[in-house]
C-alpha cells in the first residue's frame, strides 16, 4: 500500500531508521541547531527491516521533490533503499559504488545527491581512538572486525586508503562472520582494489568461533563490534570465556542497548589492560558528517568545535534520562 508523506512546514532533515525515537539525536539535533544557528528541524521516517522497494523509492522521491526536505541520515536501510532507488539519485559520491549503500541523502542546486559516509565517520571515530603511529610503535597490533557488513567494510576502506598513501596501519586485518555471504562480498570489494593490507576472512557461526580468532591477535590489537549484536539483537559475537589481547582496544560500534560485549570487556579491563570504548564518537562522527552534507555548513572533526558539540549531546541526553 503507498505511504504518503506531508510536505515539509519547515527545512527538515529526516532520519530514515526503524525505531528512530529511540535514538538520542532527536533529543541533540535542536541543540545541535540552536549551535550552529540551523533554522531546521529532524524528523524519524520509521520503516520495518527489508521492506518494500516501493516504500524506499516513496521516501527518496518525496525528499527530492518536497522544497522544505533538505535531505537524511539512513542507517539500518543504506543497502536496500540504494538498491532500490539507486536511479532517482541525480549524483552520487565515490564510495558509493563501492559500498552499493546510501547514508547520507542531500540536495546540491536542486539536484538530488547520495554519500556512503561510513568510510569517513568510522576513520574520524578511529582516530580518535587510535592515536597517530599507534600501529608502528605496538610492533604488529592488528584488528579483529567482528562482522562483515556495511559498518565493517567501509572502516576497511578507510584502512586500506589510508596504507596506500603510506600511513599507519594494523599490520594484519581478521575479519568474522556468521553468514559465508557478507564475507565474499567484503573479499569481492577488497580484491577489486587491490587491498592494500594482509586481510583474513573467517566463517564464525557460533560466537565460540569468534573466541578462536581472538586468541590469535598480537598484543594490543583493536577488536570491534561490528555485528550490531547488543544493539539491533541482544547478546555479544563473543562468549563469556573470550580472552582480549593483552594491553589491546575493546571497540563496540554501539553506544545504546544492552552492550553486552562492552560488560565483557570491562570484566577484564584490568586484569588484561584493555581500553574499552563504546560507540558515541561515531554516533557524533557520523551525524555531524551528514549535517555538515545536508545543510552545507563546516562542521569541526575535532578540537574545541567539536569537542563542544559532543558536550551538548552528552548534556542534553543526560537530562532526559
Known sequence: MPRTYEPAARPTM?????TTTKSSIMKVFPAWARELDLDAVIQGIDLPLDDTPDHYREVVEFIKKDPNSLGALVTTHKLNLYKAAHDLFDGVGRDTGLLDEVSSISKRGGRLWGHAMDPVTSGLALEDIVPDGYWSRTGGAEMLLLGAGGS??????????????????PSRIVVTNRREARLREMRTVHERLGFAIPVEY????????NDEQLRTLAARSVVVNATGL????PGSPLTGSAVFPLGGIAWDFNYRGDLLFLDQARAQRAAREL??????????????RVIAEVFHTDIATHGPAFERLSRIARDVTQENT
Open 230 to 233: 547488543g544493539k539491533d539483537r
Open 202 to 209: 573467517h566463517l564464525t557461526p557460533e560466537p565460540r568461533d
Open 14 to 18: 529526516y532520519f530514515i531508521g526503524v
Open 275 to 288: 581500553r574499552v570504548v563504546d560507540g558515541w564518537l561515531y554516533f557524533i562522527h557520523g551525524w555531524t
Open 152 to 169: 565493517a567494510l567501509a572502516l576497511t576502506l578507510y584502512l586500506h586508503n589510508r596504507a596506500t598513501a603510506g600511513h599507519d596501519v
